[in-house]
């Protein structure tokens, strides 16, 4: 086997001039000219990070990194990556010295010659905590989530655009069935956003759902002159709860847009998100609008939007109150008592 030294290697190529060996992530070179494309270089981040000393890792192949855990999909992607001669990053389950597992998070990247052709490998190394079964499921939930939230926004414009061809005394029906259909494909965006695609992450910030919820509601259902509010103390909830407590939200703020300012142009919704003492969460959402008929109650079992407000609040426990009157418009309060489901942000 041809011998390189690290001087003369520091020479070749993009590393040139580089000191890798005080790098803090550990590397490693191979040389694909040579038999089997062995390791000709490691820094002191690698030996640290693997536990082998440069000696015993130099003239090796990196699969002796490999054991029977390790993922064969990925060793194979791997090996198709460098015969191909293409840069390739991946998370792989790796061995130390003294047997320990640890997975490595391994980008690796040709390095070209004057003429182009590949000279060495070069690999970037850096332990990360997760485990590849966890990896695999992550992928495949972060997939799943896209799709749904895709599939949810495709049926929303179906139902807007059905709504268009619908006469106007009936398309208050199909704007609230658009609500709810897009507070679902809402909660999936704020997933995403808060790092939530993933089986180990099960809270998102509960204020920034509820005002993204407003917002698009607001932008696309409400009146130029109503202006909208939104308020909320800082702290996570589980996602389950954030959507149970979105879609309650949902009811009754396109509640107070299609009958709170009948007759009127302008007007203001305030929606406040605040956490109580004793793990108590308050949604209030006040208008200040013409303000319910005497003698009327909401919500009722006249309506779905009444129906599913009234079902999803004794879902959690909640409570339900509403003031109303024609000089203060109306007021609805809901408490839902949930201790330890809450975990406060940062500010």
């Given at each position: 086997m041809d011998e390189i030294n690290k001087n003369d290697l520091l020479k070749q190529g993009d590393v040139r001039g580089i000191s890798i060996d005080r790098m803090p992530l550990a590397m490693v070179v191979t040389n694909p000219n040579l038999e089997d494309n062995p390791i000709v270089y490691v820094n002191r981040a690698f030996e640290r990070l693997t536990g082998y000393a440069s000696d015993a890792a130099v003239g090796r192949n990196c699969r002796f990194l490999q054991g029977p855990e390790?993922?064969?999909?990925?060793?194979?992607?791997?090996?198709?990556?460098?015969?191909?001669?293409?840069?390739?990053?991946?998370?792989?389950?790796?061995?130390?010295?003294?047997?320990?597992?640890?997975?490595?998070?391994?980008?690796?990247?040709?390095?070209?010659?004057?003429?182009?052709?590949?000279?060495?490998?070069?690999?970037?190394?850096?332990?990360?905590?997760?485990?590849?079964?966890?990896?695999?499921?992550?992928?495949?939930?972060?997939?799943?989530?896209?799709?749904?939230?895709?599939?949810?926004?495709?049926?929303?414009?179906?139902?807007?655009?059905?709504?268009?061809?619908?006469?106007?005394?009936?398309?208050g029906q199909f704007s609230t069935l658009a609500n709810r259909v897009e507070t679902l494909q809402l909660l999936y965006q704020e997933m995403t956003d808060a790092g939530v695609g993933s089986v180990r992450a099960t809270k998102i910030q509960l204020g920034a759902y509820i005002t993204r919820i407003v917002s698009a509601i607001g932008f696309l259902g409400g009146k130029e002159g109503v202006r909208i509010n939104v308020d909320s103390d800082s702290f996570e909830t589980s996602v389950e709860f954030a959507a149970r407590l979105g879609l309650i939200a949902s009811e009754v703020f396109t509640n107070a847009l299609q009958h709170g300012f009948a007759g009127r142009?302008?007007?203001?919704?305030?929606?406040?998100?605040?956490?109580?003492?004793?793990?108590?969460?308050?949604?209030?959402?006040?208008?200040?609008?013409?303000?319910?008929?005497?003698?009327?109650?909401?919500?009722?079992?006249?309506?779905?939007?009444?129906?599913?407000?009234?079902?999803?609040?004794?879902?959690i426990g909640g409570k339900l109150s509403v003031d109303s009157g024609a000089a203060t418009g109306t007021t609805i309060t809901i408490d839902v008592p949930h201790q330890g489901e809450t975990e406060r942000g940062a500010n």
């Open positions: 390790t993922d064969r999909r990925t060793i194979e992607a791997l090996s198709n990556a460098i015969k191909d001669k293409r840069e390739i990053e991946v998370d792989l389950l790796n061995y130390r010295a003294d047997g320990e597992t640890f997975m490595n998070h391994l980008l690796i990247s040709p390095i070209l010659d004057d003429k182009g052709d590949v000279s060495y490998f070069l690999g970037v190394q850096r332990r990360v905590t997760t485990k590849p079964d966890i990896v695999s499921a992550d992928n495949q939930l972060r997939e799943v989530q896209h799709r749904v939230k895709n599939h949810l926004q495709m049926v929303v414009s179906m139902i807007r655009m059905q709504a268009e061809q619908t006469p106007e005394n009936a398309r142009e302008s007007g203001l919704v305030e929606v406040r998100i605040s956490q109580l003492s004793g793990g108590v969460i308050r949604l209030r959402v006040t208008d200040d609008g013409v303000g319910m008929p005497a003698g009327a109650s909401w919500p009722n079992g006249n309506s779905l939007g009444g129906r599913i407000v009234k079902t999803l609040i004794e879902g």
